[in-house]
């Protein structure tokens, strides 16, 4: 059977009830893959049910199961393709292993953009959607600093904190992934389109729901478990002690993530959450400078080059092997007028790839 | 009898027709000029009674009343000698002014105790401003006749000895005027020295450009040596030629200053003026009890260069300030306020300290940090807010020096094309407004003239977000990235524009 197929099992069983994903992890555990359990026999799905209560107590999956209706998860697929989303399943290539590896990985993703960023672990950033002006700006040098290590930013295109970490990696032109509770064709809030629009451009939209659904509110804390299960590490910039950061701030713990916190104003009910957090163990975040230090996250350089254009490539290996040259030497070697080297200088100067004294240029 | 001739009078830039009434009556005899005539001009009696007994005619044993009116504005100057003669000479009978051409013929000149006439200062404008009020004739120096021809259409009468005038005067008929034509007769071309003399360099060459290209304020940066003072004598050979007006406004400024001389009628060429730096504040922008223009004047139209800019006394550059805004200078003094024009751009250069090998990657610097911030210090944070363009040089490697490589270097006449671009671009957008260059646009007119789309918008924001720039700045870049964008006859600011206006950012590293 070809791979093609083998994707429509893992659909149907992803939309087999609204069943936890760790129940049906455990089912194909039991039956081998997701193909394995849609061809068990019904009474082998009868015992498995008997026989492990405690972790499959939902009767209403089992009937899900037994119905093996496969219709819905052929239109979810045609609903991918149509949108352009590419529908990844647990045992694909594509399937990020960092996402796989948590107890309760949902047996296919949905992504709409640039899939290359499922390979590495990014930094988490999320918070409260009704984030103060402090919050917000935080959240946006945040997810600038992080950009500019080359370093993938990964939050849920929230209102609030969690635009504003994309909007700030966006600017740095660095890598970005939204995780949606809705389907990744779906724009939600409806007041983060222009945000929308630049994450598919430039960086990725991932959801465990079929493209074209509207989701529930509880699909929204689920998808918060994505979050840190791509992420090394999370950053909660501001959120109440009960609130959807909270849960990810906890599944990023299950899930053996650092969890940093963004000291706030002890006045502000925001900022209650990830005080309590940083009461509780978690890193504070106390400066923005020493920000890729206190992350644990190098410049990736293979990134950052990818990023570049091929004239800010050949600028940058100049520097990189004769530190302290000059614009001229500069436009020297690279055959380029003194104004445009000016240009180009400033602009990687601006992206954060140089940095110069006086007229002597060094990699930042 | 009473006669009355007419000549001018000087009042900074500004002059006023003027009459000298000359009566003579009987009584005792003496000699008496009133209408707040100053020492120069009360002297002239005894010039006069020399030159007038000297060229054969009579000082009369009369009472000898003389009055220069308007009679409320102060006099100054020599250049009244001639026109006070004439009228004792032809109120006394000695001379008949048949054809009343003293009506509505200026006289100008300095009389020698022989009846030589001399050369006087601030012909041209008081020929501008006889011309504007109707007067076409004029009696002047022979030595000031190259600057007047500059007044077109005028009648000149090229004089050297007062015989002459009355020559003239009797026989006004015969005599032949010079028609001025607006154009000098001598020979004033100087050799501006040329950029293809500087190796390599050429970021800087293009900072010089641009500078020039918007007449922005510069500031060029690095230790001894490195050429700054052979960039700022440069960058005037890269403006476009002066216009007309523009010439004979310079003219004029030198006129009053005194500053013409018989080899240099007329200002053709943009002035180059580099003051050292032990210059008081008042020679630098213009003053003395009768005002006089200074430096920055001297330099409207032209490049004003000041090299070791901290040096200089901190109170005198403060004095720039003003100036470099608007574009002319007031001297208050007891006689009044005089305006003299000064749109000049200012050049500068300064060591990083004072040894100069502040940030040097090789050479240590021998100045301690307290050393270093006193000596940039004199140089006021205002001044620099109002420097557009700044630059860092750094050492050439003596190999760079020697190496007589195949590459033809960037010449003045390269970089004057993107200047007149420049020009061209700013002329037509400015037409009508008081702004000529974009170093001038104020806040309002830079929301108008240096619009920016989204993109441009956002690199704002990113480069203000890097470098933690503030409001001020902003005007600088975007002043900047105007200029930028027309040399390349853009007529809307891109990203590239931007970036590089970026580049000409203060570095602060030398100035905290």
Known sequence: MNNMDKRIFYIWLAECSEAQSDRKLFLMSLFGDAEGVYNASPSDLRDAFAAHPQELPEQFLLEALLRKDLRPAERSLRQAEACGAEAICLEDSLYPPHLAEISDPPPVIY?????????????????????????????????????????????????????????GCLRAGGDTIAVFGTGVDICFPKSNLKLYR????????????????????????????????????????EGAPKSGSMITASRAMEQNRD????????NQPNSLGTNMLIADGAYPILRLDILP?????????????????????????????????????????????????????????????IRSEGSFKFIK | MYSRVLTAGLYGLDCEATWVEVDTSNGLPRFAIVGLANQSVREASERIHSAVVNCGFEFPPKRVAVNLTPANLKKDGSHYDLAIALGLLLSTGQIEDMERITEYTAFFGELTLDGKIGRVEGILPMAISLQKEGIKQLVIPASNLEEARLVKGMNLFPVSSLKEVTDILEKMSAAVPVIADGKPRVDMARSVPDFSDI???????????????????????????????????????????????????????????????????????????APHHGISASSLIGGGTKPRPGEISLAHCGVLFLDELP??????????????????????????????????????????????????????????ESDRKRYVGRVSGPLLDRIDINVVLERIPYEDLSNSSAKTEISSADLRKGVENAFGMQKERYKNLKTDYNSQLTPLQIRKYCALDGNCEALMREAFRTWSLSARVYHRILRVARTIADTDCAENIREEHILEALSYRLPEKYFE
């Open chain 1, 198 to 237: 630049e994450i598919l451009d430039k960086g990725l939209a991932v959801s465990e729901v079929r493209p074209g659904y509207g989701g529930f509110a509880f699909h929204f804390p689920l998808r918060n478990r994505i979050i840190s299960a791509l992420s090394k590490s999370v950053v909660i910039v």
């Open chain 2, 199 to 273: 190796r390599g360099q050429e970021s800087i060459k293009r900072a010089a450009q641009v500078a020039a290209a918007g007449m922005h304020a510069m500031l060029m940066i690095g230790p001894p040596g490195v050429g700054k003072s052979m960039i700022g004598k440069r960058i005037g050979g890269i403006l476009p030629p002066m216009s007309y007006e523009e010439q004979l406004e310079a003219t004029k400024i030198y006129s009053i200053a005194g500053e013409l001389k018989d080899s240099l009628p007329m200002i053709v060429e943009r002035p180059f003026r």
């Open chain 1, 259 to 266: 969890v940093f916190a963004v000291p706030g104003n002890i």
């Open chain 2, 311 to 368: 040096e200089f006394a901190p109170g005198t550059l403060d004095t720039l300030r003003q100036p470099l805004e608007d574009g002319t200078v007031s001297v208050m003094r007891v006689n009044g306020k005089c305006v003299f024009p000064s749109r000049f751009m200012l050049v500068a250069a300064m060591n990083p300290c004072r040894c100069g090998y502040y940030g040097d990657p090789v050479r240590p610097c021998s100045c301690s």
């Open chain 1, 293 to 353: 230090e206190t992350l644990r996250i190098g410049r990736n350089a293979k990134a950052l080059l990818r990023k570049m254009s091929d004239a800010e490539k050949a600028v940058y290996e100049i520097i990189e092997s004769s530190p302290g040259c000059s614009a001229d030497e500069i436009s020297l070697l690279t055959e380029r007028s003194a104004a445009e080297t000016a240009a180009l200088l400033s602009a990687m100067e601006i992206k954060g790839l």
């Open chain 1, 111 to 167: 992504a709409l953009g640039n899939t290359d960023l499922l390979k590495e672990q990014g930094i988490g950033v999320v918070g409260t959607r009704r984030a103060s002006p402090y919050g917000r700006w935080v959240a946006e040098e945040i997810g600038h600093k992080i950009a500019e290590c080359g370093v993938t930013v990964i939050s849920g295109m929230a209102a609030g904190i969690d635009a504003m970490a994309h909007t």
